[in-house]
């Protein structure tokens, strides 16, 4: 079993700096493997937010484009989205999710179906 396990989230202000990290302990082809973030507002379908390759070339959407920045540590099988400039808007579930067979990472990437392990998520709140 391969779980991605997230942290970092909670309630934060808008004016704050939050890091959200991803940890796949003992996945031996984690450096090998796109990794993603996404999200889940209320109501909302599951968004792609970021993806990075292991070389570090990475995608956002436009959503978090210039706000968030997402990197990864392969020593260490962990995944991170540092967030700025946050608004209300950004309330959401966030989830990690290991790419399924590749380390491919395109605009075209940001889909629930290019990954196959998922984290649990941790809730980020965002308030005045």
């Known amino acids: 079993q391969v779980q991605p396990v997230e942290s970092g989230g909670g309630l934060v202000q808008a004016a704050g700096s939050p890091t959200l990290s991803c940890a796949v302990p003992?996945?031996?082809?984690?450096?090998?493997?796109?990794m993603g973030w996404f999200r889940r507002a209320l109501g909302q379908e599951r968004e792609g937010i970021a993806c990075i390759k292991t070389n570090d070339f990475d995608v956002y959407a436009a959503s978090v484009k210039g706000r968030f920045t997402i990197s990864r540590d392969n020593a260490k099988n962990t995944l991170h989205l540092h967030m700025s400039t946050l608004q209300f808007e950004d309330t959401a579930m966030y989830y990690c999710a290991v790419d399924r067979s590749s380390g491919s990472c395109t605009p075209s990437s940001l889909v629930v179906a290019k990954y196959n392990y998922w984290g649990q998520g941790t809730q980020v709140t965002v308030s005045s």
């Open positions: 003992g996945y031996e082809f984690f450096r090998w493997l796109c």
